[in-house]
């Protein structure tokens, strides 16, 4: 039998790889973004106006990624190549927490990290996430350390979120809005806690 030629042969492979790899790039990713939600209800600081500042999320670094993660089991998680976030997740997670905030202290003046050395705060939160995506089980789950300092770095309050939410419906769309309604309960429990942390008259 004749042989064909090395470059005849590599020629043939490279071929070969270009037909099957075929419509690979034909697939488009979908972007996901968090939102802030409409309409929540407001809570009272006593007429006082305050200036909160929503300091950096920290995630995990399994969730520091483009890629919407989902757990499959205790000790495995799934990258959905074509379901990505259209912005880092923790700048998401604080511009979104900052603008629920403004809507539930209609009275305070919120800005979210990064902020200006020279901004004097009255006070401060940090938000140090453990968990944040879709379950085996398929509900959304939530998990957060929270504090909330004074504007010279006294802590006033600290509290442990464990937040779950109902994924109604199938795909990441529905996935992504569970995660946004575990965020507003969270944006909640934070405007709870500092109007709880406020000094009374």
Known sequence: MRRLPCRRIAALIAIMAALSCYGCGSKQAQHYMLSPTPGLSPVSTDGRSIT????????????????????????EVRLAEFNRWAEPLDETMVRVLAENLSDLLPEARVIGYPWSVATPFDYRITVNVKSFEQRPDGK?????????????????DTGKADLTSEVEGKGYEAIVYAMNTALTRLSEELASALSGSLPRP
């Open 52 to 75: 909160v500042g929503v300091g950096r999320v920290v995630l995990p670094d399994y969730l520091m990624r483009p890629e919407i993660v989902t757990r499959t089991s205790a000790s």
């Open 140 to 156: 959304v789950n939530l998990a957060a350390v929270w504090r909330i300092l004074d504007g010279d770095g006294k802590v006033l």
